[in-house]
């Protein structure tokens, strides 16, 4: 199948973000990153913010049936928890920009497994501890003594979202078509080097 779409999953702090833009850049595409949970908030009415910490309060199944068996009357969508609404609505929102758009790279959002049945070219980008401890302290302006907590907990955050949501693990890269270790190879190389990969495979199937 041909692959005309880029989903990238990352480790906070491996400049997953800086790295879609580059390559959409690249492409001449359009990168969508944390648009998405805005277009959502919009929809939904909640601040961007709250929505994102509700990514964390991934409900247990014990929980998820407890909340059914008390509300019968509402729709299976009503009853869902907002982590779960979340994700629906993001997916909606991805899919109509797929179907308004052939090509663009998506940061995030389980865009690999919301995207898949469509055909897209997934990358995960991940990075060692003090590189990315190094990115978030002097690129984000995060505080040095607040640094590694706020990494830990963006990392379980994705994580959670990713695995509770697709079923799958986010950090098994068996699952990427391309895996990138930006502190080996910088920001720049790896965006070219998606470019490269991306632009290869699908040759094979426009030949």
């Not at 492409?27 to 961007?48: D, F, H, K, S, V």
């Given at each position: 199948?041909?692959?005309?779409?880029?989903?990238?999953?990352?480790?906070?702090?491996?400049?997953?973000?800086?790295?879609?833009?580059?390559?959409?850049?690249?492409?001449?595409?359009?990168?969508?990153?944390?648009?998405?949970?805005?277009?959502?908030?919009?929809?939904?009415g909640?601040?961007?913010?709250?929505?994102?910490?509700?990514?964390?309060?991934?409900?247990?199944?014990f929980?998820?049936?407890?909340?059914?068996?008390?509300?019968?009357?509402r729709?299976?969508?009503e009853?869902?928890?907002?982590?779960?609404?979340?994700?629906?609505?993001?997916?909606?929102?991805?899919?109509?920009?797929?179907?308004?758009?052939?090509?663009?790279?998506?940061?995030?959002?389980?865009?690999?497994?919301?995207?898949?049945?469509?055909?897209?070219?997934?990358?995960?980008?991940?990075?060692?501890?003090?590189?990315?401890?190094?990115?978030?302290?002097?690129?984000?302006?995060?505080?040095?003594?607040?640094?590694?907590?706020?990494?830990?907990?963006?990392?379980?955050?994705?994580?959670?979202?990713?695995?509770?949501?697709?079923?799958?693990?986010?950090?098994?890269?068996?699952?990427?078509?391309?895996?990138?270790?930006?502190?080996?190879?910088?920001?720049?190389?790896?965006?070219?080097?998606?470019?490269?990969?991306?632009?290869?495979?699908?040759?094979?199937?426009?030949?």
């Amino acid at each position: 199948m041909k692959k005309t779409i880029i989903t990238i999953e990352r480790q906070y702090g491996s400049g997953g973000s800086i790295i879609g833009q580059l390559a959409a850049d690249k492409l001449g595409i359009n990168c969508y990153n944390r648009q998405i949970l805005e277009m959502t908030a919009e929809r939904c009415g909640i601040a961007p913010n709250y929505l994102e910490s509700a990514e964390e309060n991934v409900p247990t199944s014990f929980l998820y049936s407890l909340l059914l068996s008390a509300n019968p009357a509402r729709t299976m969508e009503e009853n869902l928890p907002l982590s779960d609404k979340v994700f629906l609505m993001e997916s909606r929102i991805i899919n109509e920009i797929a179907d308004k758009e052939k090509s663009f790279v998506l940061v995030g959002r389980c865009g690999s497994y919301i995207l898949e049945d469509r055909g897209c070219f997934s990358v995960f980008i991940y990075a060692d501890r003090e590189s990315r401890l190094k990115r978030a302290i002097e690129q984000y302006n995060t505080e040095e003594k607040k640094a590694e907590s706020i990494m830990k907990k963006a990392d379980k955050r994705r994580e959670t979202f990713y695995n509770v949501n697709t079923g799958r693990v986010w950090q098994d890269k068996d699952q990427y078509s391309l895996c990138l270790n930006s502190a080996e190879l910088g920001d720049e190389l790896c965006a070219e080097i998606i470019v490269k990969a991306y632009t290869e495979y699908n040759k094979r199937f426009s030949e």
